[in-house]
């Protein structure tokens, strides 16, 4: 019976041991899971913070980046402002310089102006008395040249006239020119043909009579020669040099009319054979002389052969 209790106190105070153990086990996990759950809180409050953190970060570096951007585009505008306000300084700087200079160079240039105005005025008045005295040269050196062409022109007038003779504007006119003995003379109509007409020494054929302008188109043989005048006018003299004779032919048309033109041949009264050979002229013989009788047609005057003179 005692051992019973001993063995019951003994049970006893094990089972309080183990008691005692077991609730030190359970406050040792109670303490465990609140440190765990304060732990939890606690890194979940940090992550939280963290995360705050981080936005507030990236909202003040786009903050700090607007700033920076809007600083650089200010500090811009006030570089090119410095620089504008540098360059019109400068330019109004070389204005200023060079009004200066423009005066000094006005002022020398109005100086030198003056002395190369005095110069240009002598010179110029020198150069009006030069032209003066050369248009009064060119106007006398005119005047003798017109006067030397109008004595020319006299002189081979006269020296013609003198040689071939004058133009005859009517029979009267011709006659006259025949009384001088010089020339022989041919008076002839000649009608508007294909044919070619023998007047004194030549052949001639009328192609053309312009009555409205006064003029005619005449082809002539000479020496073998066919040769052409056009347009000739009124009163107009052709000259003919042949081999036959001294002096040239000379023909002239004094009257136009539809399809005839009335004049006369103009030929030497001698050969130059005739001249080399004779000693006086007594014993000359006419040109005409030569002409064989036949030699003009119906129309045609024969000339009539003053004395020799």
Do not use: C
């Given at each position: 019976m005692q051992e019973h209790n001993e063995f019951n106190e003994q049970d006893d105070r094990t089972g309080a041991t183990v008691t005692g153990t077991n609730r030190w086990l359970v406050i040792a996990v109670i303490?465990?899971?609140?440190?765990?759950?304060?732990?939890?809180?606690?890194?979940?409050?940090?992550?939280?913070?963290?995360?705050?953190?981080?936005?507030?970060?990236?909202?003040?570096?786009s903050t700090i980046s607007q700033m920076q951007g809007q600083l650089n585009a200010v500090t811009s505008k006030l570089n090119d402002m410095t620089a504008a306000q540098q360059a019109q300084a400068e330019a109004q700087a070389q204005a200023e310089a060079a009004k200066q200079a423009n005066n000094k160079t006005t002022a020398g240039a109005a100086r030198t102006g003056a002395k190369r105005a005095s110069v240009t005025d002598k010179r110029y008045k020198q150069l009006?008395?030069?032209?003066?005295?050369?248009?009064?040269?060119?106007?006398?050196?005119?005047?003798?040249?017109?006067?030397?062409?109008?004595?020319?022109?006299?002189?081979?007038?006269?020296?013609?006239?003198?040689?071939?003779?004058?133009?005859?504007?009517?029979?009267?006119?011709?006659?006259?020119?025949?009384?001088?003995?010089?020339?022989?003379?041919?008076?002839?109509d000649l009608m508007k043909a294909k044919q070619f007409q023998r007047i004194g020494p030549i052949t001639l054929s009328l192609r053309k009579a312009d009555t409205k302008h006064k003029n005619y188109d005449i082809?002539?043989?000479?020496?073998?020669?066919?040769?052409?005048?056009?347009?000739?006018?009124?009163?107009?003299?052709?000259?003919?040099?042949?081999?036959?004779?001294?002096?040239?032919?000379?023909?002239?048309?004094?009257?136009?009319?539809?399809?005839?033109?009335?004049?006369?041949?103009?030929?030497?009264?001698?050969?130059?054979?005739?001249?080399?050979?004779?000693?006086?002229?007594?014993?000359?013989?006419?040109?005409?002389?030569?002409?064989?009788?036949?030699?003009?047609?119906?129309?045609?005057?024969?000339?009539?052969?003053?004395?020799?003179?």
């Open positions: 303490a465990l899971l609140g440190i765990a759950v304060v732990a939890f809180g606690y890194g979940y409050q940090q992550q939280t913070m963290v995360g705050h953190l981080t936005a507030q970060q990236t909202v003040a570096d009006q008395s030069q032209l003066a005295e050369q248009q009064k040269q060119l106007k006398d050196t005119q005047e003798l040249v017109a006067k030397n062409r109008s004595d020319l022109e006299g002189n081979i007038s006269s020296t013609k006239d003198e040689l071939n003779g004058s133009i005859a504007r009517t029979h009267e006119e011709l006659v006259v020119l025949q009384k001088r003995g010089e020339r022989n003379y041919t008076e002839f082809e002539m043989i000479v020496d073998d020669n066919q040769l052409t005048k056009k347009k000739v006018n009124l009163y107009e003299p052709i000259w003919i040099h042949t081999e036959n004779e001294s002096q040239p032919v000379q023909i002239v048309v004094n009257r136009i009319e539809k399809n005839l033109i009335h004049g006369y041949v103009s030929a030497p009264k001698y050969r130059p054979s005739e001249l080399a050979n004779s000693g006086t002229a007594s014993t000359l013989t006419p040109v005409a002389a030569h002409v064989p009788a036949n030699g003009n047609d119906s129309q045609t005057q024969p000339s009539t052969t003053p004395p020799q003179q």
